[in-house]
């Protein structure tokens, strides 16, 4: 088994829209995502990346348990104006917080960064 098959992009959201947005920019980067719609059964999940919405109640929880589980990145995307969630997904550890603008003007190359470093 390969390490990038050993190691899957995993996608915690429920929006349909980022749903879509984040499994066509993964198709033209020439990854898979598998998406995750339940924060609780996360941490078991094996992965490289984790992008997650960080709005799901328990998402930074849950974030934060899969990162130490399995040692993987995690870039969290959440309202810019909710300041209390931003500030707890960064105490909590996450590698990266965008506000959902800038996670769907970057995700392209978030997805290119971890097809190349998941080989």
Known sequence: MSEEAARPVLALVRDLMFMSRITAAARGSGIDVQVVRDPEGLAGRAGGLLLVD???AGAVGAAAAWKQAQ???VVGFVSHVDTD???QARQAGLDQV???GAFVQLLPGILSEARD???
Do not use: E, P
């Open 54 to 56: 960080l709005n799901l």
């Open 71 to 73: 040692g993987g990145r």
């Open 85 to 87: 969630t931003i500030a």
């Open 98 to 100: 965008l506000a959902r």
């Open 117 to 119: 470093s998941l080989k």
